[in-house]
């Protein structure tokens, strides 16, 4: 590089490449990203939903902000504009001049590569009597015809052509900078240096410190840091939570508190406006003065959230601060729930503290259900339809009709369900079905196993249990006529009832009756009896579990048993014998051989299942790493919630007699139709049979909540072996190799002395 000339492109064209490929790079995904959506679209989806969603609040507000909202077309403007500009750079680079092309001579010359010396002449002297400066040409032009001449005569010139591109020889290297020319130009230096300075040294840290001051205050889920120390503060103070203190440490997240969130707001009004609230709802702990559940900010946030379980009436501005706590309870709640979890499995692995209480984190379930529905907890799950008021449930829970649920309306008969909601129209009525049609009904299906074992079924202590669980997902609507169909009528209920108890009495008169009865039936029915009696051991069962109640009814049915196999093996000796010496050795063989194999392919089908049930696990969890749901499922209809909210799920399991988590919850976020999910938890340490129970929760509705039996037995590990099987050799093997060995050195020496 020593010695090289360079020059800068003093034109500044290069800069308009630089600009044109700077706009082109951020107009076009900007394009795709950001132009707005076809509103056509939204505005067919909200028309679907206007039959079932149309009284919702997220709906009307939804409705009246994509009426108002300027936003697409503002963003339109923007994308439009910039598309122009970088049209017209584009135009602007097709039309510079092209400077940095090669140097051609028979191009200057309007001439094709390859002329002869006689056609070159004749073309220079045609161009400079009409390019000369005295014949009144362009000096610039008649320079370049004469030097591509001189190129194509002259042998100095030719040979510079050929070797550097240029007739003159080496010339200076020319960079372009991509800047326009006034920048570079000495006389705008101090300009240059003092924007550079500025955009480099001032603007650019205050961004970057901005965005890192804000984006370390807030967690992953968009929660304050400060927050969810709160959360953590409060729930490892007082693991076992009621509503009420629960709501109290849920409005006191600093979200609400105008200093640390600009979106929450303190109005002038809020002292006249917020303690005649107070006086409305009762007692709300306003006397307590333990911070922050006292701070001006926490008052409000509790009243607001207190007064729309109530579903009062409020101000109008009261109500728009109302909307913004409310729409931020579900989130907050959910860190709680996370927080909860946390603090457990640090309890369960490290001790020193009590984890939360089961029922702290199910009240934190109950207490989003009740918000987003706008509900208190003691009022019934019927007034989430819409139509339903306080003074019409006498009607359902009347002794005729007993509907307490939504279960319990979706069960009964059409006609029943018109004659109960009489005090609505033809008009209500129909929507109200359409509501509680679009309601979800879940069916919950459980697998349990122990995944990479031998056998998958047998759970040993301190083993990693597998629950799989499968959620099936269908409109309420599906299952009117199937409740309809398997609902019986109460007379019919009656019936079964006393024909069950006629079946059971009849069971009991049998094991008492069997002395009697035993000399009239044949030999081998009795052995089939004591054999099924033998296999059953529920009696020892019945007495740990019953008492002395138990025992004594276990004690006269083994005597009756043993009276029984008495008579039996007096009574049948004869025929045994006669039916043994008939099955002669090669008969008992074939049986013997048939048994084996079909034990063998038994067993390998066992194998086979297992392995088949291990690759989908495997597929489901690879699908589950690459596959990214979507979490929008089905919109929940909530009459107050001021938000489109999806419908989700809660899916844990608990010992309800503990009160503690055995597996942590599973916020189910992509359920449309089917779903499967794993919860995995360690096995007791302790052999023995446990009772634990499988939870679904909905974060949406009331009165949707399903709770499954899981029985688990626990066997104890089996031990560690210190040698493997394979390698264990019998002791005939050894001596039989051993007698092997010495008969061949004998031999070996009987050749060697015959030699």
């Not at 909200?46 to 009426?67: D, N, P, T």
């Not at 603007?203 to 001051?213: A, D, M, N, Q, S």
């Not at 306003?286 to 509790?302: G, H, I, N, Q, T």
Request: proline share 5%.
């Amino acid at each position: 590089m020593a010695g090289q000339q360079f020059q800068y492109d003093d034109s500044g064209n290069t800069f308009f490449y630089f600009l044109t490929s700077f706009v082109g790079l951020i107009v076009i995904p900007a394009t795709y990203y950001l132009w707005p959506r076809d509103q056509n679209a939204e505005q067919l989806r909200l028309k679907s939903l206007r039959r079932v969603h149309g009284r919702c609040l997220w709906y009307r507000l939804r409705l009246m902000k994509s009426q108002q909202s300027i936003v697409p077309t503002l963003k339109k403007g923007a994308l439009l504009f910039g598309w122009v500009v970088f049209l017209l750079l584009a135009y602007k680079v097709s039309k510079l001049d092209r400077e940095y092309q090669e140097y051609n001579p028979y191009e200057v010359l309007n001439l094709d590569p390859g002329s002869s010396l006689s056609e070159i002449k004749k073309q220079y002297r045609v161009l400079s009597l009409k390019f000369h400066p005295d014949k009144g040409g362009d000096e610039a032009t008649f320079m370049r015809i004469a030097k591509a001449y001189a190129a194509l005569t002259n042998e100095q010139s030719r040979q510079n052509w050929e070797m550097y591109g240029n007739p003159d020889g080496p010339g200076a290297t020319s960079f372009g900078i991509a800047l326009p020319a006034w920048i570079v130009d000495q006389k705008n230096s101090m300009l240059v240096l003092l924007v550079y300075g500025l955009a480099f040294m001032v603007i650019l840290p205050v961004v970057v410190g901005t965005w890192w001051y804000r984006s370390i205050r807030y967690s992953g889920d968009q929660i304050l840091i400060n927050t969810t120390q709160l959360f953590m503060h409060f729930m490892y103070k007082t693991p076992n939570m009621n509503m009420k203190r629960l709501a109290m440490v849920l409005t006191a997240a600093f979200e609400f508190d105008p200093r640390s969130n600009k979106e929450a707001t303190i109005r002038p009004t809020d002292n006249i406006e917020v303690p005649q609230l107070i006086r409305e709802l009762g007692n709300i702990n306003v006397k307590k003065k333990e911070p922050p559940f006292c701070y001006p900010y926490s008052l409000k946030a509790r009243v607001l959230v207190l007064a729309h379980l109530a579903r009062m009436d409020i101000s109008e501005e009261l109500e728009e601060d109302q909307r913004f706590v409310v729409r931020k309870s579900p989130a907050l709640l959910q860190e709680m729930i996370n927080v909860g979890c946390q603090l457990t499995m640090m309890a369960n692995s490290r001790g020193g503290f009590h984890a939360p209480r089961l029922v702290t984190i199910e009240n934190c379930m109950k207490l989003t259900q009740m918000i987003v529905q706008g509900l208190q907890e003691s009022k019934s799950p019927l007034l989430q339809l819409p139509h339903f008021e306080e003074e019409h449930l006498r009607y359902c829970i009347s002794k005729k009709y007993k509907v307490r649920s939504l279960q319990d309306l979706v069960s009964l008969k059409d006609s029943d369900r018109r004659s109960m909601l009489r005090f609505l129209g033809e008009e209500k009525y129909d929507e109200v079905m359409g509501v509680l049609g679009s309601f979800p009904h879940i069916t919950m299906d459980t697998k349990l196993q122990v995944l990479d074992d031998e056998d998958s079924h047998n759970i040993t202590a301190g083993s990693i249990v597998t629950v799989t669980v499968t959620l099936t997902r269908k409109r309420m609507a599906d299952m009117f006529e199937k409740e309809q169909d398997s609902t019986p009528c109460p007379g019919e209920e009656t019936t079964t009832t006393e024909e069950a108890q006629a079946d059971s009495s009849k069971a009991k008169t049998k094991v008492w009756q069997n002395k009697s009865k035993g000399a009239k039936k044949t030999a081998k029915s009795k052995k089939k009896k004591l054999t099924k009696k033998k296999a059953t051991p529920v009696p020892a069962k019945t007495k740990q579990a019953n008492g002395n109640v138990a025992g004594n009814e276990v004690v006269a049915a083994t005597s009756a048993v043993k009276e029984e196999e008495d008579e039996a093996s007096d009574k049948g000796s004869e025929s045994d014998e006669g039916e043994a010496n008939k099955d002669s050795p090669s008969e008992r063989d074939e049986d013997s051989d048939k048994q084996s194999d079909t034990e063998v392919d038994e067993m390998a089908g066992d194998d086979e299942e297992e392995w088949e049930a291990l690759q989908q696990s495997i597929q489901r969890r690879e699908r589950a790493l690459l596959e990214t749901k979507s979490k929008v499922t089905h919109p929940a209809y909530s009459l107050y919630f001021p938000e489109e909210k999806q419908e989700w799920w809660w899916l844990y399991i608990a010992d309800r007699r503990d009160q503690t988590l055995v597996s942590m919850p599973y916020h189910v976020c992509t359920l449309k139709d089917t779903e499967e999910v794993e919860l995995k938890f360690p096995a007791p340490s302790k052999t023995g049979n446990y009772q634990f129970s499988v939870i679904l929760r909905s974060d949406s509705y009331l009165g949707l909540d399903q709770i499954k039996p899981l029985k688990l037995e626990v066997h104890e590990a089996k031990a560690m072996l210190d040698n493997h099987p394979q390698w264990d050799i019998p002791d005939t093997e050894e001596e039989e190799e051993e007698q092997e060995d010495s008969d061949g050195i004998e031999e070996s020496e009987d050749d060697e002395d015959n030699d």
